[in-house]
Structures are given as structure tokens and as C-alpha cells.
């Protein structure tokens, strides 16, 4: 079976990486490279390893996690769809057509009015990746430049971010640490509403509450 490593070091993928990282940077987005990649894939193997699936799925929804957002460099809007059909055309005959099909739908399905839960592989990647907020992820920008925008601001307070899964009272759990001395909470649910329902859907389909704790406040 062929792993995260491998899908890691594919020339081709790396690239596809680089450029979309490039052309979102280019558009001001927020970190959509290497970083937030690694820590997407992270995040999706061991909320799979935490909720019991095998380590073939646990393999699978990293890689699918690393590769849910190279599809950026061909249309943002599309970013699922396109990210899909190249995984289809780097591995289509590396990877068991199986694996292949579920990697593809969890790429597809991690975006907008796509995101369905029919396998548990897609459920894991969007609760991996709706979940990256970080002060990490704004980009080299200046202060007054951080303050024009309010999804760098929020990332920007954001000093802590955890995800966790309670097996026992069934919770998966977002923890953060916001600075409300640099953007006031409210401003976190004027962009992140959307995210942490799909979150909670996500997190339902997979027989487990959604959890969202800001500052010691248990909000959800
Ligand atoms: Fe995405
Ligand atoms: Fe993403």
C-alpha cells in the first residue's frame, strides 16, 4: 500500500503544491501550503486512528488530507473538484482503484456544497481541515496590513488551537486560545459559522458530537 511519504515526495505533487500556494498567496489567502498540509494530515490520521478506523484508512485519509487543496492553482472555486481529478491522474495507476475512488471523493467533498459524508475518510479530512485556524497561517504581513482583513485577523489572535477526540463521552473537541484584545470573538463566527457547522455535520456522521471550547468557554 502505498503511503503519505511516498504521495509526499511525488515531483508532481510537490509542484502542484508549490503553485497553488503561490497563486492564493498571490491572492491574499491565508497559508494554504506545505504547513497547512502537514498539519491537515496530522490532524486527519489521528482523529481516524482515535476513532477506531483501520490503518489502512488512517493511511488513506492523511494522504487524502495532504492533497485536498493542490487543485488551488487551477481555479479557486473548483480548488475540490480539480484537486480530485489530479490525484486521479498522478496515482490512477499507483494506488488500488478503490483507495483511488475514496481519496477522490474526499477531495471533492471538502468544499462548499459538495461536502457529503457518504464515507468516513471524507468526514475526517473536512474536521481536519475546518479546523486550521492558527496565527501561524497569515503570511509575513505587516500589522496595520493584518488589521485590514478579518480572516488574517482572526487567524492572527488565534495564539492556540487544538483538536482532540474524547472516545469515551463521545466528542470530538476544538480548543482555542483567541486574543480578544486584537479582534473581538464575534468576529471568529462572522467567517467561521459556515466551518464549524460543517464541522459538527461532520463529526455527527461519524456517531460523534462537535465540540468548540474559545477561551475556556464552552461555546458548542
Ligand atoms: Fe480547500
Ligand atoms: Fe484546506
Redo the contacts with the bound molecule.
Keep these: 500500500m502505498i503511503t503519505l511519504n511516498q504521495v509526499r515526495k511525488n515531483p508532481q505533487v510537490e509542484e502542484f503544491i508549490k503553485q497553488s500556494a503561490n497563486s492564493l498567496t498571490f491572492e491574499g489567502y491565508t497559508d ?1 501550503g506545505l504547513s ?1 498540509l502537514d498539519l ?1 494530515a496530522d490532524r486527519a490520521r489521528n482523529i481516524a486512528k482515535e476513532i477506531g478506523l483501520s490503518p489502512r484508512e488512517q493511511e488513506l485519509s492523511a494522504i487524502a488530507a495532504f492533497c ?2 493542490m487543485g488551488n492553482f487551477l481555479s479557486r472555486t473548483n480548488h475540490h473538484y480539480f484537486g480530485a481529478l489530479l490525484f486521479q491522474q498522478v496515482f490512477g495507476n499507483t494506488f488500488e482503484p478503490g483507495d483511488v475512488s475514496l481519496i477522490m471523493q474526499a477531495i471533492a467533498n ?1 468544499d462548499k456544497k459538495e461536502m457529503k459524508f457518504c464515507n468516513k475518510i471524507s468526514a475526517v479530512v473536512v474536521l481536519a ?1 475546518k479546523s ?1 485556524v492558527r496565527r501561524s497561517r497569515v503570511l509575513e504581513k505587516k500589522l496595520d496590513h493584518i488589521k485590514l482583513d478579518i480572516h488574517d485577523r482572526v487567524n492572527y489572535a488565534t495564539t492556540m488551537s487544538k483538536l482532540g477526540v474524547n472516545k469515551k463521552s463521545k466528542v470530538i473537541s476544538l480548543v482555542l486560545k483567541i486574543d480578544t484584545g486584537f479582534v473581538p470573538v464575534i468576529e471568529y463566527f462572522e467567517i467561521f459559522t459556515e466551518r464549524m457547522v460543517y464541522c459538527r455535520e461532520a463529526a455527527q456522521s461519524l456517531g460523534y458530537k462537535f465540540g468548540l471550547v474559545i477561551n475556556n468557554f464552552k461555546l458548542l
Aim: charged share 40%; net charge negative; no cysteine.
Design positions: 494554504h497547512h491537515v485536498h487543496d471538502h481541515d486550521d
